[in-house]
T-cell receptor, first 113, second 114 residues
Framework: AQSVTQPDIHITVSEGASLELRCNYSYGATPYLFWYVQSPGQGLQLLLKYFSGDTLVQGIKGFEAEFKRSQSSFNLRKPSVHWSDAAEYFCAVGVINDYKLSFGAGTTVTVRA | DTEVTQTPKHLVMGMTNKKSLKCEQHMGHRAMYWYKQKAKKPPELMFVYSYEKLSINESVPSRFSPECPNSSLLNLHLHALQPEDSALYLC?????????????FGPGTRLLVL
């Protein structure tokens, strides 16, 4: 079965600094990869997704992610963080012939002024 | 438009009450999902409907009863819940319920069971 690991439970970053969130997956083939963001008390919003093609994916709100097959990783980055980026971030994996999404445990991002 | 709406936003109920959560989407999606999310945890899948038919029940207790009246609507009927059922209940939809589809989530209903 597929699994997703987000090694960082909590990250604190200064406003204007860069941010990188790590995601590693375990699956025998290339999965479908997603990053979602959840602001406090809200639902999940899709930031970006990777299915195939260019391994550097651009998303909304200035986020990007890079798929690295050799490292089984799909890390999320943002060059300059805004206070509104404080939220919970979930990496998720979808696999062939399965409707399910497997979510990582999430990373909480705190932005300090 | 990638909006999924859920009502109510908040719900407080006693353990003997019967209540319902509602979810609606107008994206023409044929698959709809219910998730349960506890604080600081990822969403856990409860049910999946595909083409208005229940395709997956993730061993959810019978006090939760889903219903899909049509392709745009999804309900979750609640009865005799326990305090541990307090959580954020999220609805999502995707195009067909097939492999690797993007799921679009609603804002959730925050449920408190007293």
């Amino acid at each position: 079965a597929q699994s997703v690991t987000q090694p960082d439970i909590h990250i604190t970053v200064s406003e204007g600094a860069s941010l990188e969130l790590r995601c590693n997956y375990s699956y025998g083939a290339t999965p479908y990869l997603f990053w979602y963001v959840q602001s406090p008390g809200q639902g999940l919003q899709l930031l970006l997704k990777y299915f195939s093609g260019d391994t550097l994916v651009q998303g909304i709100k200035g986020f990007e992610a890079e798929f690295k097959r050799s490292q089984s990783s799909f890390n999320l980055r943002k060059p300059s963080v805004h206070w509104s980026d404080a939220a919970e971030y979930f990496c998720a994996v979808g696999v062939i012939n399965d409707y399910k999404l497997s979510f990582g445990a999430g990373t909480t991002v705190t932005v300090r002024a | 438009d990638t909006e999924v709406t859920q009502t109510p936003k908040h719900l407080v109920m006693g353990m003997t009450n019967k209540k319902s959560l509602k979810c609606e989407q107008h994206m023409g999606h044929r698959a709809m999902y219910w998730y349960k999310q506890k604080a600081k945890k990822p969403p856990e899948l409860m049910f999946v409907y595909s083409y208005e038919k229940l395709s997956i029940n993730e061993s959810v207790p019978s006090r939760f009863s889903p219903e899909c009246p049509n392709s745009s609507l999804l309900n979750l009927h609640l009865h005799a819940l326990q305090p541990e059922d307090s959580a954020l209940y999220l609805c999502a939809s995707s195009q067909y319920g097939g492999q690797g589809e993007t799921q679009y989530f609603g804002p959730g209903t925050r449920l408190l069971v007293l």
